[in-house]
């Protein structure tokens, strides 16, 4: 009788569990469901924008083409059930003078070269031990290194643009780093 008893309080005590834990969206949950938001948006490109969460506050990062793009990301991970407040680090990208994005239209040696920039730069941020390399999105557009993040410090983030100006075939480095 009392063997019973006990499992019924154990049971009832993990049911009470299981229901408080699936009716608190976690912070993987609130990721995953801005995440698959995104890539379904098609004013966006989802791997444009990193996503992270920590006790329901999101933090945006990364390098759009557009203001179209930036408030689109913004009005959906806002939209997200879980999401207690959005931190808005995403730049948007203005290459050329006339302050439009630079040209999709890139040839395919021009995006492998911008490709093995972004490859170059980051290596160099992981390898740097002042620079935390993983809190910070680095995207390259004809030349143009964009690092868009979180730095700990003034020095750091110093640190981070040297390494970008100084790798090679960098042309020019903008700086969204706070």
């Known amino acids: ?9 154990v049971v009832l005590a993990l049911a009470v569990s299981l229901a408080v834990g699936c009716a608190q969206a976690t912070d993987a949950t609130i990721t995953g469901a801005i995440k698959t938001k995104l890539a379904a948006d098609g004013r966006v490109r989802a791997s444009d924008i990193n996503v ?36 808005d680090m995403i730049s948007v990208r203005s290459g050329t003078a006339s302050g439009e994005a630079p040209d999709p239209k ?27 390399g993983l809190q910070i999105d680095v995207d390259t557009r004809d030349s143009v290194v964009f690092l868009t993040g979180t730095v700990g410090s003034e020095a750091e983030r110093k640190q981070a643009i040297e390494i970008a100006k100084t790798t090679e075939g960098v042309t020019k480095v903008e700086a969204n780093l706070r």
Do not use: H
């Open 1 to 9: 009788m009392r063997e019973k008893k006990a499992l019924a309080l």
């Open 52 to 87: 992270d969460t920590t006790n329901g506050i999101v933090t945006l990062t990364g390098n759009v083409d557009s203001q179209q793009a930036k408030d689109a990301a913004l009005e959906q991970t806002r939209g997200t059930s879980g999401v207690g407040d959005v931190k």
């Open 106 to 132: 890139r040839t395919l040696g021009g995006r492998i070269d911008d490709a093995g920039i972004t490859m170059r730069v980051k290596s160099r941020l992981l390898d740097d031990p002042l620079v935390k």
